[in-house]
T-cell receptor, first 110, second 113 residues
Framework: KNEVEQSPQNLTAQEGEFITINCSYS?????LHWLQQHPGGGIVSLFM???GKKKHGRLIATINIQEKHSSLHITASHPRDSAVYIC????????????FGKGTHLIIQP | NAGVTQTPKFQVLKTGQSMTLQCAQD?????MSWYRQDPGMGLRLIHY???????DQGEVPNGYNVSRSTTEDFPLRLLSAAPSQTSVYFC????????????FGPGTRLTVT
């Protein structure tokens, strides 16, 4: 069974800090999705990556296939970045191939 | 585009009652899924569909039925509600190109008493 482990579970930081959220995954997973769940509950897809690095605004996602590890970085963090960040391992595409981590609850204090 | 819509937003049921959670998408996505989200656990797949007329079970299908008569709609039916089905339910659709980007509905918070 595929597994995805996220760390930390909870993270509180000051505005402006550089944030890193980590995701480790098991053999069988070939790509990683990063999702953001807003305080109101809505879930938005941020990235899907199978190699290298992707950047969107202040968000950067990296993946190391050999180490089975992915990171999500937030530069110049802002209170509006406060959310739950979820990684999901993808074992081959399609809805049945996703295994979700439990999420990292991020709070950015002004 | 409205994206993925879900109704209702909130629902309270008594044990044994049945109901249907509605989900619709207007992006012409082939893949659609239902997840439940419980405290301390990741999203878990209930049922999914890879196209109209085709559905399959996910990780936690017991107590739920689905059908997919059109590309747009993917309703989830609770046959006889139980307190263990108290959860937040998300419907999602997914592109079938290589990005496999997921689009989530706003969720339905269901309480079974």
């Amino acid at each position: 069974k595929n597994e995805v482990e996220q760390s930390p579970q909870n993270l509180t930081a000051q505005e402006g800090e550089f944030i890193t959220i980590n995701c480790s995954y098991s053999v069988g997973i070939s790509a990683l999705h990063w999702l953001q769940q807003h305080p109101g509950g809505g879930i938005v897809s941020l990235f899907m990556l199978s190699s290298g690095k992707k950047k969107h605004g202040r968000l950067i996602a990296t993946i190391n296939i050999q180490e089975k590890h992915s990171s999500l970085h937030i530069t110049a963090s802002h209170p509006r970045d406060s959310a739950v960040y979820i990684c999901a391992g993808d074992s081959g595409g399609g809805a049945d191939g996703l295994t979700f981590g439990k999420g990292t609850h991020l709070i950015i204090q002004p | 585009n409205a994206g993925v819509t879900q109704t209702p937003k909130f629902q309270v049921l008594k044990t044994g009652q049945s109901m249907t959670l509605q989900c619709a998408q207007d992006m012409n996505h082939e893949y659609m899924s239902w997840y439940r989200q419980d405290p301390g656990m990741g999203l878990r797949l209930i049922h999914y569909s890879v196209g109209a007329g085709i559905t399959d079970q996910g990780e936690v299908p017991n107590g739920y039925n689905v059908s997919r008569s059109t590309t747009e709609d993917f309703p989830l039916r609770l046959l006889s509600a139980a307190p263990s089905q108290t959860s937040v339910y998300f419907c999602a659709s997914m592109t079938s190109d290589l990005s496999y980007e997921q689009y989530f509905g706003p969720g339905t918070r269901l309480t079974v008493t």
